[in-house]
């Protein structure tokens, strides 16, 4: 079993995928990579071919859930990390995923910080990943990032950690991975039952990634369509009473801009 996966999940004619993919074959640290969709077209298979990466076809209705758990199915490492298409991924991400596994191996987290891409150009300073670092403190005591109360934490305002950053220990976690009914809230509410479990949280708070923002970004949609609202809703109401839940959600929705 190699010791890290990129699975890349590719849906339609992305034109952002190429560069994802260029920015995974470039790390200072080799790791293996696979391409998974459940939209199969000549665009995808022929940057399959183009890279070298092996392509799994998932032959069933494209599916978020079932598709992120189908690329984490397929990879066959201890680590694997489900990337974005629209996403690029920082040089040394697989070398500072393996350094931090050395030194802590309960490992079953690895996450970092981010910086926001709008219209091809990086964001200097971008407010709500400011917030997020400051919620992502507890996760600098790795010595206690093995408490189930320290990994809440980090979630109880939101969710601090960005998903396509993730890099989940298989090994230790098996499969499936995600089993949380939401769609929008699916990463927060999957590392809200990780939190429970057995294991270390470790963030790397530098940018490992750099974050795409644009209009046909899935979470834009779920804003637009409320479904955003609707399960972050449900999510803070595991975490804190109803009275509690409309003061966060009055605040947190001020985030939304981000994809304005």
Not at 1 to 11: Q, R
Not at 49 to 65: A, C, N, T, V, W
Not at 141 to 158: A, D, P, T
Not at 165 to 177: I, M
């Amino acid at each position: 079993m190699k010791p890290h996966t990129f699975a890349i999940c590719a849906y339609k004619d992305s034109p952002y995928l190429e560069s994802c993919i260029r920015s995974i074959k470039t790390q200072s640290v080799e790791s293996d990579v696979i391409l998974c969709t459940s939209t199969p077209s000549t665009y995808i298979s022929g940057l399959a071919d183009q890279y070298g990466i092996p392509l799994f076809i998932r032959h069933e209705k494209s599916s978020i859930r079932d598709d992120w758990n189908f690329a984490y199915n397929m990879a066959d490492a201890t680590f694997v990390t489900i990337a974005h298409q629209d996403d690029l991924y920082q040089k040394d991400y697989v070398k500072n995923l393996l350094d931090c596994y050395g030194r802590y191996p309960d490992m079953t987290l690895f996450t970092g910080g981010y910086v926001v891409v709008k219209k091809d150009k990086l964001v200097a300073f971008e407010p709500v990943e400011f917030i997020k670092r400051i919620l992502r403190l507890p996760l600098r005591l790795r010595f206690l990032s093995h408490l189930s109360w320290i990994k809440k934490s980090v979630l109880l305002f939101g969710n601090s950690i960005c998903c396509p950053a993730c890099a989940y220990n298989k090994v230790q976690l098996g499969e499936p991975l995600f089993t949380s009914p939401y769609h929008f809230a699916l990463d927060w509410d999957t590392l809200y039952e990780l939190s429970k479990l057995p294991g270390r949280f470790i963030c790397v708070e530098k940018p490992i990634l750099y974050y795409r923002v644009h209009e046909g970004a899935a979470t834009k949609a779920a804003i637009e369509d409320n479904s955003r609202i609707k399960e972050e809703t449900e999510m803070f109401k595991k975490m804190w009473p109803g009275s509690v839940v409309k003061v966060l959600m009055h605040f947190y929705r001020k985030a939304y801009h981000e994809y304005e």
